[in-house]
């Protein structure tokens, strides 16, 4: 099974934060695509073409879920888009808001963020809630 990890990726503790649930991901027995790690950064305007074929094109292929860190005052664009492609594709995902409730955050994630996705407060729920997706996904192999 394939996690793809979202989320803003621009200074080293977002890709940090990252690089800790890919971690918890890959203890798990998943398989993960980082995008950062992956597809690489677009430092320059150069790069886009690169990043997007990578990061959507490559990233997103046989994904089985999306895990998507949602701290801070604004998900990213990046993230968002890659919810939304995730939704529109029908792949489940699981956000994780550790700064904050997600009831707290309405203003800064949305409704439409909140109402497409279950919403993890920790890494420690984020490990259950991913062996329950384990559970869930043998039972209907």
Known sequence: MKVYIA???????????????DALCKSLGFETFLPHRDAGLARTIEDVERIFEGDIKKGFR?????VA????????????WELGYAYAKGIPAIGIKTDEPASDALEYLSAILIG???IVSSNEELRSRLGEFINQFNQEA
Not at 62 to 66: I, T
Not at 69 to 80: C, I, N, Q, R, Y
């Open 116 to 118: 497409s996705m279950e």
């Open 7 to 21: 989320g803003k990726v621009r200074n080293e503790q977002e890709r940090a934060d990252l690089e800790e649930i």
């Open 62 to 66: 046989d994904v089985d879920l999306v």
């Open 69 to 80: 860190m949602l701290d801070g005052l604004h998900v990213g664009a990046g993230t968002a």
